[in-house]
């Protein structure tokens, strides 16, 4: 069972080159969710979708898009890197149970993508 | 509006002494309450979680968190510490009905030989 994978797990960009982080989960988790994570700032939710077809912005989104068609996959495109992209970013996921009434079991996260513009 | 302090930036124990890192909570209910440990160039694992029923719970890797409602707290302990330990640790806040967490800044915890 890998849970989420994250790749690249390193990646320097030059100031306005594109790129596409990739994440995948093998759980069948409804909900998925992009964080960067900053020296002393915690984490920062970027973007999240609750399914397939349905995606939404969270605290940091400039300067970001998301895409997810299927449950499994949830892509991070940075367009136009700038600088200030500089950060570590995780990709998590969750589950939840109807029955139980219970929305949020906690997160799986990936391992992080390092990403440096310069 | 949901919010989690974590006061300590950094704690350093030593190896077999007792931990105990604080972690305060706004909500207006009885929110979901996780704690997170993060080991360098890792990500985030989930320790233990609260969401109702016993205030005390028994988390992975001999942690165990307190949740106190009159202080709004969720204080991650353990009773000896390793150096294995070693890591960043996060608090973190869910509301009921919800999916979305909000984590605190994190707690860096050293551990001395």
């Known amino acids: 069972n890998a849970g989420v994978t994250q790749t690249p797990k390193f990646r320097i960009l030059k100031i306005g080159q594109s790129m596409t982080l990739q994440c995948t989960q093998d759980m069948n988790h409804n909900y998925m969710y992009w964080y960067r994570q900053d020296p002393g700032m915690g984490l920062k939710l970027i973007y999240y979708s609750v399914g397939a077809g349905i995606t939404d912005k969270g605290e940091v989104p400039n300067g970001y898009n998301v895409s997810r068609s299927t449950t499994e996959d949830f892509p991070l495109r940075l367009e136009l890197a700038a600088p200030s992209q500089t950060s570590v970013y995780f990709c998590a996921s969750s589950s939840q149970d109807s029955a139980l009434e219970i929305t949020n079991y906690g997160y799986t996260f990936g391992s992080g993508t390092r990403l440096t513009v310069v | 509006a949901q919010s989690v302090t974590q006061p300590d930036i950094h704690i350093t124990v030593s190896e077999g002494a007792s931990l105990e890192l604080r972690c305060n909570y706004s909500?207006?209910?009885?929110?979901?309450l996780f704690w997170y440990v993060q080991s360098p160039g890792q990500g985030l694992q989930l320790l233990l979680k609260?969401?109702?029923?016993?205030?005390l719970v028994q988390g992975i890797k001999g942690f165990e968190a307190e949740f106190k409602r009159s202080q709004s707290s969720f204080n991650l302990r353990k009773p000896s510490v390793h150096w294995s330990d070693a890591a960043e640790y996060f608090c973190a806040v869910g509301s009921t009905g919800g999916f979305k967490t909000i984590f605190g800044a994190g707690t860096r915890l050293f551990v001395k030989a």
């Open positions: 909500y207006g209910a009885t929110p979901y």
């Open positions: 609260y969401f109702s029923g016993d205030t």
